[in-house]
């Protein structure tokens, strides 16, 4: 027993968590594989592999074109861009891996509103927060105008302002 623990405490290792999570993947993909054999037959199974993957590398080189082109088209966005093409990249590089399970997984994350939600959720948890900078949407503001006073030419106000009920 090692210092500092007791006798009923369970000792969990990254290393064994990750090597089952891998095993039970890959148990799932070969159950699926020899379902759709069963389904399907082993000619169009191994059809469907090579469509999905051939569909993987369209989808890699088109998303990261065009991901390219927006930062040539707004280089004081790249973050902003980076973020919103995890989605399509990590759908192709599911769809190139061997495995109808990850091509399903794929498949989903290529539905451009499925992307957009997993872009918005990776760019939440893993973009950089500034306490200097404040991220709007299109509706949430508009250009002022050359008469407005001030850098940020709010509406001008006719008294004091109340807090929301």
């Not at 090579?50 to 590398?57: D, L, P, R, S």
């Not at 790249?78 to 990590?90: D, N, Y």
């Not at 990850?102 to 989903?108: A, H, P, Q, R, W």
């Amino acid at each position: 027993m090692e210092d500092g623990q007791a006798d009923g405490d369970v000792i969990v290792r990254p290393g064994l968590i990750l090597k089952w999570i891998v095993l039970s993947w890959l148990a799932a993909e070969l159950a699926a594989f020899f379902l759709l054999i069963a389904t399907i037959g082993l000619g169009l199974t191994l059809l469907l592999g090579f469509v999905t993957t051939a569909c993987g590398f369209m989808l890699l080189g088109k998303a990261s074109r065009d991901t390219l082109q927006q930062l040539n088209a707004q280089p004081q966005g790249g973050l902003t861009v980076i973020l919103l093409g995890p989605a399509r990249i990590l759908a192709a590089v599911l769809l190139i891996l061997p495995g109808f399970l990850s091509d399903l997984i794929g498949l989903v994350l290529a539905i451009p509103l499925f992307g957009q939600i997993f872009s918005t959720t990776v760019s939440r948890k893993y973009a950089p927060q500034r306490p200097d900078f404040v991220d709007l949407d299109a509706t949430e503001w508009r250009q002022a105008d050359e008469n407005s006073s001030g850098p940020m030419a709010l509406p001008k106000s006719t008294g004091p302002r109340q807090p929301p009920v």
